[in-house]
């Protein structure tokens, strides 16, 4: 087997995404990152700072919440491939509102978009993994998801929902060599993150005993060493990233 893994990464076109693609670039991987931004300008910068580090990327401009698009995505990864190594379930949205007004409309489309696209793209990837004997997913999670917050009971019934399917999915596939883990993080500095008022900010910083948001890429690295010989041990845990403030 070819040494360059294949790496597909959702939502990396930006933030903490983009910060898992370039990770994987020091180890020359196979690197390609799907995204649903309204134009590629985050999707080029990420392709151009994967090329300066050596790395011809690809991009789709993929809905995840679309099973036939992704699997038309992935039919076309295979082909060129014929594998994936490694995928990373990161794209994710928030529609915040206090419950009494969260229209059904909020709830489906933060629902959709954050699980069930995490089931898309790894039912997409499971029987090649299985096939091949080998595999890593990792899926983002959220601190939100163990704590609850209010506002976002759709954005916290999501990530919830990716703990319980990164366990159950760890359990049926540990044996064929595949390692399924979480990563819920806390407050990380991103374009997510840049959208939310100064005082709600304010008092999140409060609550993180190490006293700052987190970066991309202290998620990143995280990520990675889930993905690596380091973790051979370690599947189906939801590994918190978040400075403290939820222990
Ligand atoms: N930023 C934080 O503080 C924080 C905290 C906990 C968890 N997370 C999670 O980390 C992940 C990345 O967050 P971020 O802060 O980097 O977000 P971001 O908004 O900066 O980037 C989101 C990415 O997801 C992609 N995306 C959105 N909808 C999509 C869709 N339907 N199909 C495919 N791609 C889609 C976007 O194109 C973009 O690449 C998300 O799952 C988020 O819930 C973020």
Redesign the pocket.
């Known amino acids: 087997m070819e040494d360059r893994r294949v790496v597909v990464v959702?939502?990396?076109?930006?933030?903490?995404?983009r910060a898992i693609a370039l990770k994987f670039a020091e180890e020359n991987a196979h690197i390609i990152i799907?995204?649903?931004?309204p134009d590629e300008s985050?999707s080029s910068e990420t392709l151009n700072l994967l090329k300066e580090k050596g790395i011809e990327a690809k991009s789709f401009k993929?809905?995840?919440?679309d099973k036939k698009a992704v699997d038309s995505v992935f039919e076309k990864i295979f082909s060129e491939y014929k594998r994936v190594d490694v995928l990373i379930n990161?794209?994710?949205?928030?529609k915040d509102k206090l419950l009494i007004r969260m229209d059904e409309n909020d709830w489906d489309i933060v629902l959709n978009?954050?699980l069930k696209?995490v089931y898309n793209c790894t039912h997409a990837v499971l029987r090649n993994m299985i096939k091949q004997r080998r595999g890593w997913i990792v899926n983002?999670?959220?601190?939100?998801g163990q704590i609850g917050n209010a506002g976002q009971a759709n954005?916290a019934a999501s990530?919830a929902g990716i703990m319980g399917f990164t366990k159950s999915v760890a359990k049926e596939v540990a044996g064929r060599g595949i390692m399924v883990n979480a990563v819920?993080?806390?407050?990380?500095d991103?374009?997510?993150?840049a959208k939310l008022p100064d005082k709600v900010k304010e008092e999140f910083l409060k609550q993180i005993p190490i006293g700052r948001l987190g970066d991309?890429e202290e998620v990143a690295e995280v990520v990675y060493w889930l993905c690596s010989e380091g973790a051979s041990y370690v599947t189906g845990q939801v590994i918190h990233v978040n400075g403290g403030m939820y222990m």
């Open positions: 959702t939502g990396g076109s930006r933030g903490i995404g799907f995204h649903y931004d985050a993929v809905d995840v919440s990161n794209a994710g949205i928030t978009v954050n696209g983002i999670a959220s601190i939100v954005y990530k819920a993080p806390g407050f990380i991103t374009e997510m993150t991309p």
